[in-house]
């Protein structure tokens, strides 16, 4: 079976670089120990996904200026409060609640939110998340098609399969579902990180509880987050203080 075309899902990424860096001793975006800001190294991460977002606070504007072409700074005015102004501030613009641009102007149907400071985690432990997710999704979407079961029987009922010939057909054999409802997490050695896959049926749920320091943290600890082992590729602990 080959997907619709038009059912390919839209994944944002988010990257969260507006932080004072207190304990670091400035803003972490513009730290550079050796391969270019930090801002850089984490977007190039994303690079997979569009459209991409960083949330800009402390040194905004020097931090922005670094951002290439087609990237969408998203200015949040109260980073001082913590990480969840920043997410919520991405959230807005990706539920079209604030203009950014017309990059955002499309419906989203999951963000991958990473962080600036997090120098090991490279562009394959955010592919892995984001192709399990895509599995399961399409896997999901198979088991519409193929597998409705006849009431009489129990067996898959062909005959009620969905067809892959007509628009109709689309609701059935379309990820887009699976994906909006999806919450996903890197794990390293089975401890949670970033990056965090939301689904954009979560948004508003996670928008309610982004406060402080927090994040999504109090949203995933009350739902199903599916957990992508990614210890093999990187150690996914951030870093607060410059090294030695």
């Given at each position: 079976?080959?997907?619709?075309?038009s059912?390919?899902?839209?994944?944002?990424?988010?990257l969260l670089?507006?932080?004072l860096g207190?304990?670091?001793?400035?803003?972490?975006?513009?730290?550079?120990?050796?391969?270019?800001?930090?801002?850089?190294?984490?977007?190039a991460?994303l690079?997979?996904?569009?459209?991409?977002?960083?949330?800009?606070?402390a040194?905004?504007?020097?931090?922005?200026?670094l951002?290439?072409?087609?990237?969408?700074?998203?200015e949040?005015?109260?980073?001082?409060?913590?990480?969840?102004?920043?997410l919520?501030?991405?959230?807005?613009?990706?539920?079209?609640?604030?203009?950014?641009?017309?990059?955002?102007?499309?419906t989203?149907d999951?963000?991958?939110?990473?962080?600036?400071?997090?120098?090991?985690?490279?562009q394959?432990?955010?592919?892995?998340v984001?192709?399990?997710?895509?599995?399961?999704?399409?896997?999901?979407?198979?088991?519409?098609i193929d597998?409705?079961?006849?009431?009489?029987?129990g067996r898959?009922d062909?005959?009620?399969?969905?067809s892959?010939t007509?628009?109709?057909?689309?609701?059935?054999?379309?990820?887009?579902?699976d994906?909006?409802?999806?919450l996903?997490?890197?794990?390293?050695?089975g401890?949670?990180?970033?990056?965090?896959l939301?689904?954009a049926?979560?948004?508003?749920g996670?928008?309610?509880?982004s406060?402080g320091?927090?994040?999504a943290?109090?949203?995933?600890?009350?739902?199903?987050?599916?957990?992508?082992?990614?210890g093999d590729?990187?150690?996914?602990?951030?870093?607060?203080?410059?090294?030695?």
């Open positions: 079976m080959t997907l619709f075309p059912t390919r899902p839209r994944i944002a990424g988010v670089a507006a932080g207190r304990r670091f001793g400035g803003p972490k975006a513009l730290a550079d120990t050796g391969s270019g800001p930090w801002v850089l190294r984490a977007l991460t690079d997979a996904l569009d459209p991409r977002l960083v949330v800009v606070g040194a905004a504007g020097d931090v922005a200026a951002l290439p072409r087609g990237v969408v700074a998203v949040n005015p109260d980073f001082a409060g913590g990480m969840g102004s920043s919520a501030a991405a959230l807005r613009v990706l539920q079209g609640e604030c203009g950014a641009g017309s990059a955002v102007d499309s989203v999951a963000a991958v939110i990473m962080l600036v400071d997090l120098p090991d985690v490279s394959a432990v955010v592919n892995r984001v192709r399990t997710v895509l599995d399961g999704a399409r896997s999901a979407a198979r088991n519409r597998g409705a079961a006849s009431p009489a029987t898959p062909r005959s009620s399969a969905v892959h007509r628009p109709a057909g689309e609701a059935a054999n379309s990820v887009i579902p994906i909006r409802s999806a996903a997490r890197a794990t390293f050695s401890r949670p990180g970033h990056p965090v939301i689904g049926d979560h948004f508003a996670v928008l309610a509880v406060t320091d927090h994040g943290r109090d949203y995933l600890a009350t739902h199903p987050v599916l957990a992508v082992e990614c590729l990187a150690g996914g602990a951030d870093v607060d203080r410059k090294p030695e």
